[in-house]
């Protein structure tokens, strides 16, 4: 760490004052292992004299025992971080690197450009403000050229520079680049860039990256490292009316009630007219404090804590915003997401998603399409897979503030977590409201779900029978509404077999159809428990995730989920309806047990055993316990 | 008119306390007595102004810290009115493990991480801070801020959470925990930097002054209590040294210094030419030695 070696030495205070008014840029590489990207990003910090004699004689190490440069230095390695990596020679994960001049400092977000590692390069770029997208002059512009071209640009980044590497082995051809530079240009014209500078580099003999090369004097722009340190990145947050979404309400006595967060646009001061979304109450800005001392005016970026001159209600997830074009809300959505899981997204499967420091539960209602992220065709699909990206609709569980991610990069951005792994699984950008979700109010009717199960003086609920096909739960359903019906109670049976041929006859069997197929039957039994039934939904639902969501719909108390156990060799055995055997001789597909996965239940409000138990038994049971919860007792 | 490198980063790091804050049940913060927990202590007094920080500083004492460590870290507990633990492995104490008798590695691994998965299953924390850098080693360069660990605190340096913009996904299941680094972004020269900004007050051990002191393997080891083994003959000298960083004294190489002041200090590290933690015997070991400590639970 040697720069300006002359000023720390002689005036180590001028120097500190110097670089305490440096800016700071967030760039992100990408590029595959074979343009040279990890090699470019050693260069910057060997150029930039980051790295300390230690590290680099542990490098020359390095460099014999598994370099690929021969006998010169590696600088790959210097970068190429897990063990993992280092065995299979690529770059697997987002990496930071760090490194400052005298002008500015500097975060590098060094990704994979492998078409499987999409998601690694959404998250570098969702911090970036420029992208640096390698390109290898042999070969020219390339699908991943544009696939990362792209996912920049889906992310809001604004500022390209297309590093033309390896102009050393085409004898820096100015014609060369010439007809690359055209093409790249000719492409990004559909994408949404404000500046894109291309520079021809080699990165592995250092030529225009620091200083201009001089084997390419046609060449007459800048050098990378100049262009990075006077890029102009204060146009990025365009918006400029204030907003702060609420992080934590400040409470530390009676007498004092402040709000933290960080503002996510424009600049506020004492005195500032502030309209809270989505409550819509208004008040006056009093204080903005700091430990210092109070502020006389903040802006965005900054975290701070701010007093209201009037006691109103807001919690954490509240945007607090000016006046003057406040923030939107809806519960309803056109979005774009990025699949980052294993398992892929379904329509209609309910996921939570994290957005200006709230979770609410939200459900893809529809996939529009999906994007070919190589050349940006739209594609038709049923579903996401991993490293896919699709345009969808979403319905939350509540309205939330929002502006749309083209306005705000911070308050138009969310992820998506599982609900059982708790992993983050989706990242998305919102584009716009549906509706205003202030429009559509719910139907007031004056007849309702209270009045309705009191006239017929019964508790209404969901026993939702899951279990493998031929484990017994139509039986049991069947036989549990008979003794329902017996002691007086309104009913009705959701049965698989019958949905399927009226309601849910346009489904097949994919995970797709599946997640719909129990989307509309629980959508249904929701209904029927407003209607005032006892409702017994007897269907194989084989995953987690469904039955949640079914559970979600209802209050608490209303759905009971019955987990009818039978193991897969017994309920084969008795193949009640030889549907098993025609799956095993591969007539049906996707058959639940036999090709299609079956998760049962975590958490079962019952478990009803069908191999030593007779289905009379199990309705016992059931009764037994509807007793005990206080089922049965309204009358 | 935009905010400097310093201030974006203390925003950030702000930001990140709050979050913590606001979605943990039972956070703590790591305090480790060296400059980056004084930088990462002084952030969150920052970040909850006027309330102080809500959640107690844990301090894993190896029972090999230098002396005065121990003073700084109780006067200063004391003078901010902080909930100050202190968690010390007793097995390892009966053990009589130390650097000196059991080594290094064994000594760190006893008293160091299996001292801190003991301390954070006992009090059920499922959140702490750290003030860990990623510009401190390659593996840190890969990690979350928002870093999850399993029930056995273990890191699965395959299996991360992607983490994009400033949403931090918090959510765990029961007996899981998050390390939270809110210094993730910082480099050694913003700490330096931001301590003479704000006027940070650190250990003087940072500080160069007149210390007893051996030589062993190369390394400048300071005699801070009669545990040092001493060769037949040998008397500790009286050296100009200070520290780059704090650890237990046994394990912590001092530098020859005549930098007795904070822009001095700086000065001198700007102008070394051997990384921060050479000074550390634990990374002398292979490249992946880091990554396999932490994915055991070292932090």
Known sequence: MSHQDNLIAEDILAYLEAQRNKSYLRCLTCGSVDDGKSTLIGRLLFDSKMIYEDQLSALENDSKKSGTQGEKIDLALLVDGLAAEREQGITIDVAYRFFSTDKRKFIIA?????????????????TADLAIILIDARRGVLDQTRRHSYIASLLGIRNIVVAVNKMDLVEFSQHKF?????????????????????????????????NRSERCKWYKGKSLMEHLETVDISQEVTQTSFRMPVQWVNRPNLDFRGYSGTIAAGQVKPGDEIIVIPSGKRSVVDKIVIRDGDLYQAEVNESVTITLRDEIDISRG??????????????QFQANIIWMDEEAMFPGRQYIMKINNQTVPATVTDLKYKVNVNNFAHEAGKSLALNEVGVCNLSLGKPIPFDSYKKNRHTGAFILIDRQTNATIGAGMLDYSLRRAANVVWQDLEVGKVERANLKHQKPAVLWFTGLSGSGKSTIAGLLEKKLFDIGRHTYVLDGDNVRHGLN?????????RVENIRRVAETSRLMVEAGLMVMVSFISPFRSERQMARNLMEDGEFI????????????????KGLYKKAREGKIKNFTGID???????????????????PEKAVEQILAYLEENGYLSAS | MSLTHLELLEAESIHIMREVAAECENPVMLYSIGKDSSVMLHLALKAFYPSKPPFPLLHVDTTWKFREMIEFRDNLAKTLGLELLVHINEDGVKEGVGPFTHGSAYHTDVMKTQALKQALSKYKFDAAFGGARRDEEKSRAKERIFSFRSAQHRWDPKNQRPELWNIYNTRISKGESMRVFPMSNWTELDIWQYIHLENIQIPSLYYAAKRPVVERDGMIIMVDDDRVPLEPGEEPVEKMVRFRTLGCYPLTGAVESEATTLPDIIQETLLTTSSERQGRAIDKDSAASMEKKKQEGYF
């Open chain 1, 561 to 576: 989920e019955v987990f009818v156990n039978t193991p897969l060799d017994v309920a084969e055995q008795r193949d009640v």
């Open chain 1, 505 to 513: 006859k346009d489904l097949g069997f994919t995970d797709a159809d």
């Open chain 1, 178 to 210: 010439n007809e690359i530079e055209e093409e790249y240009r000719g492409f990004a014209e559909k994408l949404d860039f404000k500046e894109i500078v291309c520079i021809p580099m080699s990165a592995l003999d250092g030529d225009n990256v620091m």
């Open chain 1, 318 to 331: 509240d945007i607090i915003c000016s006046t003057d074009d406040p923030a939107e809300q809806s519960d």
């Open chain 1, 110 to 126: 060094d990704t994979p450009g492998h078409i499987q590692y999409t998601r690694n390069m959404a998250t570098g770029a969702s």
């Open chain 1, 596 to 614: 299609s996965p079956y998760e049962a239940p975590e958490n079962p409000d019952i478990v009803v055993d069908t191999v030593d138990k007779t």
